[in-house]
């Protein structure tokens, strides 16, 4: 039978989560599944050595049982329905419930028991990228093991030796699964907790799916074109923003999983890149930056302190990661004017959709969309529509911000004079030199032209 646990929030469920079995050294340690995909409050550790825990951004940490001194875990790989956003749900595979699968947390010089249970419908395994472990643990199948079959559980044993950010997720028929969602976040806490100490220490994996607007199943043979680009298998605005207190000092924690790379750019704020792949990085190394690439395969850990009041927009700088599932081959309609057109385009071809021709604003766009399918550009903010999708969140900074505290305070409210707005006065005529200027260039082959153009006319505005 299963416990149930209430210190994680709301309605959240995290069924058998029992820490400690009955039975004891002899049974698998129960496998806790999440049915929530909010962001849960941080696993104080019950027992082992301190560390001060991560939150997972729409995620959870995996709980376990101490056994002898051996901390053991317990990964079930299964079908899971994942909320990509409130409007959107997606048939993945993942573990214990979600995808991706709860974060692992250990301190360095644990020794870690990992049971992993298959409930998918072909082999797997589970490769600990960036571990120093023995090679009979680094799970690529073939290679280090045999795949896990379905029905079967393995057990992966190594000592946590180097503290850092680390990922896990299948090394078998790996484009499948990992296009399925299977993978997950692991942290090695210092083993002096007062080590690489912040107040706020934020984690996700960046990943993508290929999901034709009205389905629920990713394609799994796509190698590039991706059309959900998601924080932690979440799309904005169903992720959850980053929530601090002035004057914290905040790391923030990504992994790409995806196929390409993702520039997070960070507003209001200059952060340092603070630890790697290989671990933290030397002080002396470090310069400040606003925006990080993080190319396929990496761990980049940034930290700053949150000096600056406000809700700061965080996202990936490709534009079109920050927008949800759209068709392809869209025409750019800017400065068409289709007044009526559309109408009448619509009435052929039901799907139609015109990209704005004054720009393409389709945050305020009403337009039919199938079933199951996330607007590409959305969330309401306090001003309107933010226009946003994909790999976006935002960091909210407040005075107010208990430590400990991570449930959203609502928008920020801007001292009065403080927001930018609209001129209301006179707008002056502008004035437009009339000449090609000075600076301009004959056209490349063009040179002998030139003596004869000086000929010409004088008000000619051609090449001189
Ligand atoms: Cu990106």
């Known amino acids: 039978m299963s416990s149930r646990r209430d210190f994680f929030s709301g309605a959240a469920a995290l069924v058998g989560a029992g820490l400690v079995t009955r039975a ?10 999440m049915s929530s995909a909010a962001t849960q409050p941080p696993l104080v550790p019950p027992n082992g050595r301190p560390y001060n825990p991560v939150v997972t951004l729409n995620g959870w940490t995996l709980p376990w049982r101490m ?10 790989a299964e079908p899971v329905v994942r909320e990509i956003a409130p409007g959107m749900k997606a048939n993945l595979w993942g573990y214990n419930g979600q995808s991706p699968g709860p974060t692992i947390e250990v301190v360095e010089g644990d020794r870690v028991r990992i049971f992993v249970t298959n409930r998918l419908p072909e082999h797997t395994s589970i490769h600990w990228h960036g571990q120093r472990l023995p090679n009979g643990m680094d799970g690529v199948t073939g290679l280090n093991q045999p795949g896990i079959q379905p029905g079967k559980t393995f057990v992966y044993e190594f000592v946590a030796r180097r503290p850092g950010t680390f990922m896990y997720h299948p090394h078998a028929d790996e484009m499948v699964q990992m296009a399925m969602g299977m993978m997950g976040f692991w942290v090695t806490h210092p083993k002096d907790p007062r080590q690489h100490a912040v107040d706020r220490d934020f984690v996700f994996l960046l990943n993508a799916y290929d999901i034709e607007p009205g389905s629920y199943t990713p394609r799994v043979n796509e190698m590039t074109d991706f059309n959900l680009w998601t924080i932690n298998s979440r799309a904005f605005p169903g992720v959850d923003t980053m929530n601090v ?4 000092r905040v790391r923030i924690r990504a992994g790409n999983l995806t196929m390409t790379n993702h520039p997070i750019h960070l507003h209001g704020h200059e952060f340092e890149v603070t630890g790697t792949d290989g671990g933290w990085t030397r002080p002396e190394s470090r310069w400040p930056e606003v925006t990080t690439d993080i190319a396929v395969g990496q761990m980049r850990a940034i930290e700053f302190v949150a000096t600056d009041l406000g809700d700061w927009a965080f996202h990936c700088h490709k534009s079109h990661h920050t927008m949800n599932a759209m068709g392809h081959s869209v025409p750019n309609m800017i400065g068409v004017d289709h007044r009526g057109v559309a109408e009448k385009i619509s009435k052929l071809v039901p799907d139609y959709m015109v990209m704005g021709d004054k720009g393409g604003s389709m945050g305020e766009m009403e337009m039919p969309i199938p079933d199951n399918t996330l607007p590409m550009m959305t969330g309401q903010g306090p001003f309107g529509g933010v226009e946003m999708g ?3 969140t935002v960091l909210k900074v407040r005075k107010d911000q208990k430590p400990g505290d991570y449930k959203d305070p609502g928008w920020y409210k801007h001292p009065a004079g403080t927001v930018a707005y609209e001129w209301k006065g006179e707008a002056p005529a502008v004035v437009r030199s009339g000449s090609a200027g000075g600076q301009a260039m004959p056209a490349a082959g063009k040179g002998p032209e030139v003596e004869v153009t000086v000929r010409k006319p004088a008000g000619h505005q051609g090449h001189h």
């Open 245 to 248: 207190r002035q004057g914290d």
């Open 24 to 33: 004891g050294a002899a049974t698998l340690p129960e496998a806790p599944s």
């Open 67 to 76: 056994n002898n001194g051996v901390k053991e875990f317990h990964l079930i």
């Open 390 to 392: 994909g790999m976006f």
